[in-house]
């Protein structure tokens, strides 16, 4: 079993950044696609960018493509999301998920393909 836990996420305002980790805890992720999903009030959970296991492979929504930036360390066994510019559309719930990779490069934007989630955390950006 992987659990997953999130930090970093807090109140800013509009055109701030935050920094988003993930860590699994009992396990290390290396064999895991990684990916980062939010979930604003009254809405449905939203894909916002994935990463593959060799880290060389990235996707993003197009609603944060150029401003969120999702890496991973493998040394540090963590999944990190950068977040600039933020607007206050971006306010939401930010969960972390893994799923067991098909291949090193491969990575996944889909909710039910992962398999693992963490609990969240708030992100709230003021105007």
């Known amino acids: 079993q992987v659990q997953l836990v999130e930090s970093g996420g807090g109140l800013v305002q509009a055109g701030d950044s935050l920094r988003l980790s993930c860590a699994p805890s009992?396990?290390?992720?290396?064999?895991?696609?990684m990916g980062w999903f939010r979930q604003a009030p009254g809405r449905e959970r939203e894909f916002v960018a994935a990463?593959?296991?060799?880290?060389?492979?990235?996707y993003y929504a197009d609603s944060v493509k150029g401003r969120f930036t999702i890496s991973r360390d493998s040394a540090k066994n963590t999944v990190y999301l950068q977040m600039n510019s933020l607007k206050p559309e971006d306010t939401a719930v930010y969960f972390c998920?893994?799923?067991?990779?098909?291949?090193?490069?491969?990575?996944?934007?889909?909710?039910?393909?992962?398999?693992?989630w963490g609990q969240g955390t708030q992100v709230t950006v003021s105007s």
């Open positions: 998920a893994a799923r067991q990779a098909a291949n090193i490069n491969s990575y996944a934007y889909r909710a039910y393909d992962y398999k693992y």
């Open positions: 009992g396990r290390t992720f290396s064999t895991y696609n």
């Open positions: 990463i593959s296991v060799s880290g060389g492979y990235t």
